[in-house]
C-alpha cells in the first residue's frame, strides 16, 4: 500500500521513452564534454520530455494518460536527428539538441500540452525546445550550440514518467508506455 501512495502525488511527466540501447548512444555525447561540477544523468534516465506535468494526483495521471491515448494511436514512429550541444544558461542544463525538429514532434507536443492545460500548476514554457538533458549544474564558457555527429533515432515509444528521489538521486521510472504503431 505506501507504494500506491507515494505514486500519488509523484512529480511526472509525458515523454518519449528511448530503448537501453539508444539511451547508450544518446549517453556517449556526455563523453567529450568536460565539466567539474556537473551533475551527469546516467543512460537510464535519459529521455525527451514532451509535457511535464509537476505533481499530479494518481487519478489525474489516469485521466492524462486514457486522453494521451487517444492522441497517440494516430501516430506512427518518427525520426529524430540529434545534431548540436546546447545549455541553458540561466537553468544550467546541458542538452543534446535538434536543430531542425520534425513537424511530428513539435505536433504531438502542443496537442499533449493541450489536454495537460488544465491540469498544471505551473507555468507553460512560451517555446518547446526538443531536447535530451545530458547534465544539470552545468557551467561553460564555451559558445553554444555546438556541431556534434549527427544521431538519428527512431521514435517508437511514448511513455508517463515520475520521477523518484533518493539519497542516490533522481531516477525516472515509466509507469506507462504506448508503443507508436506504424501505419500502412
Known sequence: MPDIID???????????FSPKQQRLLHAYQQPVSC??????????????????GQQAFTVQQQLWSQSLELLHELP???????????????????????????????????LQQLALPFLNAPVPEIFVPHVTLARKFQSVDAFPLSVEPLSLLC?????????????????????????????
Not at 505514486?7 to 521513452?17: A, G, H, P, Q
Not at 561540477?37 to 511535464?52: D, E, Q, S, Y
Not at 536527428?81 to 504531438?108: E, N, R, T, W
Not at 515509444?157 to 507508436?180: F, K, N, P, R, W
Open 77 to 111: 514512429p518518427f525520426e529524430l536527428c540529434f545534431d548540436q550541444l546546447d545549455q541553458f544558461s540561466h537553468a544550467k542544463v546541458l542538452y543534446l539538441g535538434i536543430s531542425q525538429p520534425p513537424a511530428a514532434l513539435m505536433a504531438l507536443q502542443q496537442q
Open 156 to 184: 517508437t515509444e511514448v511513455a508517463l514518467y515520475h520521477s523518484i528521489s533518493s539519497e542516490q538521486g533522481v531516477s525516472y521510472q515509466s509507469v506507462e508506455t504506448y508503443t507508436l504503431v506504424p501505419k500502412g
Open 36 to 53: 567539474q561540477n556537473a551533475k551527469w544523468h546516467p543512460a537510464n534516465n535519459l529521455h525527451l520530455t514532451l509535457v511535464f506535468l
Open 7 to 17: 505514486s500519488m502525488n509523484d512529480r511526472c511527466f509525458l515523454s518519449l521513452k
